[in-house]
């Protein structure tokens, strides 16, 4: 029979509990107690539990009222009210095991302790069970019933107290109170939870401590797959790359499979292959030994045998370069195509020039001298050089320099983009031809110079501007060339120096200067050059110096000593090096080195006479109009002669021979004079142009064109033309 109180809270609850086995049929009026214990009779006692947001401390009073034991409360109880209630009838170890299960649901775990008490912590207030003596018990038959906080004692025959800790943990998550200890020493794990998570873990426990399952090793099959067109070492290490991929795969998505379990695929969870596999590459027979389960040989094997397929090369990009070095092009192909510096390989250096190439000598480099004296003007040409191949990305590039041909392979975007590259690069070069007059002038007295000869000449007048003086300056008009009657204004120059433009009449200033009989044509060269490329010319000897001297004496007759001198050649020559730069308009800007060296003397170094080498430089650089004359003029030399002439033998008698003799001394004054005329040669009608001048200005053009013109087969009519050059 069920009696209760609703809305009395505890009063209601505890009067329910002492009248309902007082009106239970069969019970006695008075209930019998001892102690603050219910009797074992009272156990089946019925009891209507309900406690509506009830505070905790009314809770724990009708808990202690139902157990008979005393709690010791911890001081940090306080907390927000809870509510337990009951809409059916509960004996009183339901009651309890209900009050048990809220509380420890609310954070308030309750320890047992000595003589019928139980220590209540409040585990939200931040004091943990265990700091408060928690029993430990040695086996599960001790196990408190309700839901209290004790630690159990689990010995382990067969799992190691690390792999049953990790599957517990991974199983049941502890509570905050919860703790799972390894006792490695004596293989068995301190369990500290509430009584019913213990008795679940005692089941777990004995589903996982069993005796391992004997497996039995897996059949391998051994056996060498070979290769005939792929590398046997690249294609290993590529496939183990692969299945180390697998396998990484297959741990972030769980556990490592175990031996003998399937391994993950590499498609998500498709089955790839079965346990492990072994590839080995030979390298001597380029074959692979590969090592696995008979149900994974054939998928290797098909692996391996995509890996060896045939590879069709399309058919590259060649281009046979008319105007540019392959190699240039090459390095500059390399630079276009490059993203990042780890697409390159091959061997190309980052200077731009292949590695082992034989360097070629640039615009700006002076040729050297060989051991024995022989001026080397140019070096060993790149076009000697093996072909050379650089890959950037997917690109290949190879360029031969024998053949001046570059080869393309590559991808259709990386072809188009170098072949647009190429058509910009391998154009026609614009070249200047430069005709050029060394001459010398006499002069007549110690005031006059070159320029004074040619204020006689007629002017064209226009802008020239010369780096070496940093100013443009107008000449005034000249009279004709070819009547030396009027002298006009022309500015004076003295010393080394630049002149200026004297319009496009090379010829005829040459033939006006020698129709006074004052100036000697030294040389006429005429030369060929690319834009922006250096044009020499030079002139001279080589003088020999000696460098060191060595004496020895003669050991046979003690007496005479031997001497040998080290000898070394100095080039005493007449330089000039020009760089044209074609501008707009078909103006051209000449950047002019004028180096000449003469013997001026000798003097005499420890019983050697060693010649003195004067020097003399000029660098300037003018902007002029196609087809004017340059003049560089200033290079004085003077010079004393001294002659004697007589009666023979009488001459030569002291005092007296004064009176058969006359002495005549000569002072001689001459400069150099260089001009420099460049024509613009962009067309092939350009280059006829030039052609004809040349051969105009010297004699041997028209039988130098006739010789030209013979059959190869003509042997004897070549000789009787190079002999009628020659004489």
């Given at each position: 029979?069920?009696?209760?109180?609703?809305?009395?809270?505890?009063?209601?609850?505890?009067?329910?509990?002492?009248?309902?086995?007082?009106?239970?049929?069969?019970?006695?009026?008075?209930?019998?107690?001892?102690?603050?214990?219910?009797?074992?009779?009272?156990?089946?006692?019925?009891?209507?539990?309900?406690?509506?947001?009830?505070?905790?401390?009314?809770?724990?009073?009708?808990?202690?009222?139902?157990?008979?034991?005393?709690?010791?409360?911890?001081?940090?109880?306080?907390?927000?009210?809870?509510?337990?209630?009951?809409?059916?009838?509960?004996?009183?170890?339901?009651?309890?095991?209900?009050?048990?299960?809220?509380?420890?649901?609310?954070?308030?775990?309750?320890?047992?302790?000595?003589?019928?008490?139980?220590?209540?912590?409040?585990?939200?207030?931040?004091?943990?069970?265990?700091?408060?003596?928690?029993?430990?018990?040695?086996?599960?038959?001790?196990?408190?019933?309700?839901?209290?906080?004790?630690?159990?004692?689990?010995?382990?025959?067969?799992?190691?107290?690390?792999?049953?800790?990790?599957?517990?943990?991974?199983?049941?998550?502890?509570?905050?109170?919860?703790?799972?200890?390894?006792?490695?020493?004596?293989?068995?794990?301190?369990?500290?939870?509430?009584?019913?998570?213990?008795?679940?873990?005692?089941?777990?426990?004995?589903?996982?401590?069993?005796?391992?399952?004997?497996?039995?090793?897996?059949?391998?099959?051994?056996?060498?797959?070979p290769l005939r067109r792929a590398d046997a070492e690249k294609v290993a290490d590529t496939l183990n790359k692969l299945l180390e991929a697998q396998k990484k795969a297959a741990s972030a998505a769980g556990s490592p499979p175990a031996q003998g379990q399937p391994n993950a695929g590499l498609h998500g969870g498709n089955l790839l292959v079965l346990g492990d596999v072994q590839l080995v590459a030979d390298g001597r027979t380029n074959r692979i030994l590969v090592i696995t389960r008979p149900a994974n040989f054939p998928l290797i094997k098909e692996l391996i045998e995509q890996f060896d397929q045939s590879v069709e090369i399309e058919a590259p990009y060649i281009r046979s370069l008319k105007y540019v070095s392959a190699?240039?092009?090459?390095?500059?192909?390399?630079?276009?195509?490059?993203?990042?510096?780890?697409?390159?390989?091959?061997?190309?250096?980052?200077?731009?020039?292949?590695?082992?190439?034989?360097?070629?000598?640039?615009?700006?480099?002076?040729?050297?001298?060989?051991?024995?004296?022989?001026?080397?003007?140019?070096?060993?040409?790149?076009?000697?050089?093996?072909?050379?191949?650089?890959?950037?990305?997917?690109?290949?590039?190879?360029?031969?320099?024998?053949?001046?041909?570059?080869?393309?392979?590559?991808?259709?975007?990386?072809?188009?983009?170098?072949?647009?590259?190429?058509?910009?690069?391998?154009?026609?070069?614009?070249?200047?031809?430069?005709?050029?007059?060394?001459?010398?002038?006499?002069?007549?007295?110690?005031?006059?110079?070159?320029?004074?000869?040619?204020?006689?000449?007629?002017?064209?007048?226009?802008?020239?501007?010369?780096?070496?003086?940093?100013q443009n300056s107008t000449l005034a008009a000249r009279s004709d060339p070819r009547s030396l009657a009027a002298a006009l204004a022309f500015p004076a120059g003295t010393g080394l120096a630049f002149y200026g433009a004297v319009g496009n009449t090379l010829n005829a200033y040459v033939k006006a200067l020698e129709s006074t009989g004052r100036f000697t044509i030294l040389s006429r060269p005429s030369v060929y050059t690319a834009n922006n490329k250096k044009a020499s010319i030079s002139s001279g000897q080589q003088v020999p110096i000696p460098q060191s001297t060595l004496s020895s004496l003669d050991s046979a007759t003690a007496n005479n000593v031997a001497q040998s001198s080290t000898i070394e050649y100095k080039d005493?020559?007449?330089?000039?090096?020009?760089?044209?730069?074609?501008?707009?308009?078909?103006?051209?800007?000449?950047?002019?080195?004028?180096?000449?060296?003469?013997?001026?003397?000798?003097?005499?170094?420890?019983?050697?006479?060693?010649?003195?080498?004067?020097?003399?430089?000029?660098?300037?650089?003018?902007?002029?109009?196609?087809?004017?004359?340059?003049?560089?003029?200033?290079?004085?030399?003077?010079?004393?002669?001294?002659?004697?002439?007589?009666?023979?033998?009488?001459?030569?008698?002291?005092?007296?021979?004064?009176?058969?003799?006359?002495?005549?001394?000569?002072?001689?004054?001459?400069?150099?004079?260089?001009?420099?005329?460049?024509?613009?040669?962009?067309?092939?009608?350009?280059?006829?142009?030039?052609?004809?001048?040349?051969?105009?200005?010297?004699?041997?053009?028209?039988?130098?064109?006739?010789?030209?013109?013979?059959?190869?087969?003509?042997?004897?009519?070549?000789?009787?033309?190079?002999?009628?050059?020659?004489?």
């Amino acid at each position: 029979m069920k009696r209760s109180f609703p809305g009395l809270g505890l009063a209601g609850a505890l009067v329910a509990l002492f009248l309902a086995p007082a009106l239970a049929p069969g019970a006695s009026a008075s209930p019998e107690r001892e102690g603050p214990a219910w009797k074992a009779q009272d156990e089946g006692a019925v009891v209507d539990i309900q406690l509506p947001n009830a505070p905790i401390n009314d809770i724990l009073s009708t808990y202690e009222a139902l157990t008979g034991k005393t709690l010791v409360r911890d001081a940090n109880l306080s907390g927000p009210n809870l509510t337990i209630t009951s809409g059916r009838k509960l004996t009183k170890g339901q009651a309890i095991r209900l009050i048990e299960s809220a509380l420890l649901l609310n954070g308030y775990a309750l320890v047992p302790g000595t003589d019928g008490t139980v220590k209540v912590v409040n585990g939200g207030g931040g004091k943990s069970p265990r700091s408060e003596g928690i029993p430990v018990l040695a086996s599960a038959s001790d196990l408190p019933e309700g839901d209290q906080v004790v630690s159990l004692y689990l010995p382990l025959r067969f799992v190691t107290p690390a792999d049953a800790s990790a599957i517990l943990q991974a199983h049941l998550t502890p509570h905050s109170y919860g703790a799972i200890v390894q006792v490695a020493g004596a293989q068995a794990l301190v369990v500290t939870e509430s009584s019913p998570v213990l008795r679940e873990i005692l089941k777990l426990k004995d589903l996982i401590d069993v005796p391992p399952i004997e497996i039995p090793p897996p059949k391998l099959t051994k056996e060498f797959v070979p290769l005939r067109r792929a590398d046997a070492e690249k294609v290993a290490d590529t496939l183990n790359k692969l299945l180390e991929a697998q396998k990484k795969a297959a741990s972030a998505a769980g556990s490592p499979p175990a031996q003998g379990q399937p391994n993950a695929g590499l498609h998500g969870g498709n089955l790839l292959v079965l346990g492990d596999v072994q590839l080995v590459a030979d390298g001597r027979t380029n074959r692979i030994l590969v090592i696995t389960r008979p149900a994974n040989f054939p998928l290797i094997k098909e692996l391996i045998e995509q890996f060896d397929q045939s590879v069709e090369i399309e058919a590259p990009y060649i281009r046979s370069l008319k105007y540019v070095s392959a190699l240039d092009v090459l390095t500059v192909l390399q630079r276009f195509l490059v993203e990042s510096k780890d697409e390159v390989s091959g061997i190309a250096e980052a200077g731009g020039k292949a590695a082992g190439a034989k360097p070629v000598p640039g615009p700006a480099s002076r040729p050297g001298s060989s051991p024995t004296g022989m001026q080397e003007r140019l070096d060993e040409q790149a076009d000697e050089q093996p072909p050379q191949e650089i890959t950037v990305g997917k690109t290949r590039l190879i360029a031969d320099n024998k053949t001046n041909t570059l080869l393309v392979f590559g991808p259709p975007d990386s072809v188009s983009r170098a072949r647009t590259i190429i058509d910009n690069l391998d154009i026609r070069p614009r070249q200047v031809y430069l005709a050029t007059v060394v001459g010398k002038l006499s002069l007549t007295n110690s005031s006059e110079l070159s320029v004074d000869l040619l204020q006689n000449f007629h002017s064209l007048s226009g802008n020239v501007g010369a780096a070496a003086s940093s100013q443009n300056s107008t000449l005034a008009a000249r009279s004709d060339p070819r009547s030396l009657a009027a002298a006009l204004a022309f500015p004076a120059g003295t010393g080394l120096a630049f002149y200026g433009a004297v319009g496009n009449t090379l010829n005829a200033y040459v033939k006006a200067l020698e129709s006074t009989g004052r100036f000697t044509i030294l040389s006429r060269p005429s030369v060929y050059t690319a834009n922006n490329k250096k044009a020499s010319i030079s002139s001279g000897q080589q003088v020999p110096i000696p460098q060191s001297t060595l004496s020895s004496l003669d050991s046979a007759t003690a007496n005479n000593v031997a001497q040998s001198s080290t000898i070394e050649y100095k080039d005493v020559e007449l330089l000039l090096e020009v760089i044209p730069l074609i501008n707009s308009e078909r103006e051209v800007t000449l950047r002019i080195s004028q180096q000449n060296s003469t013997i001026s003397g000798s003097s005499t170094i420890s019983g050697n006479t060693v010649p003195i080498i004067s020097k003399d430089a000029l660098e300037t650089t003018v902007t002029t109009p196609n087809r004017s004359t340059v003049i560089l003029g200033g290079l004085i030399k003077d010079s004393d002669q001294a002659s004697r002439s007589g009666v023979p033998l009488l001459k030569d008698i002291p005092f007296l021979g004064a009176l058969f003799r006359s002495d005549t001394k000569n002072r001689e004054r001459d400069e150099l004079v260089i001009l420099i005329q460049p024509t613009v040669v962009e067309t092939d009608e350009d280059l006829a142009r030039a052609q004809a001048e040349e051969k105009s200005r010297a004699t041997l053009g028209e039988a130098a064109e006739r010789y030209a013109a013979k059959p190869a087969s003509a042997v004897t009519g070549k000789s009787t033309a190079l002999e009628s050059l020659t004489h």
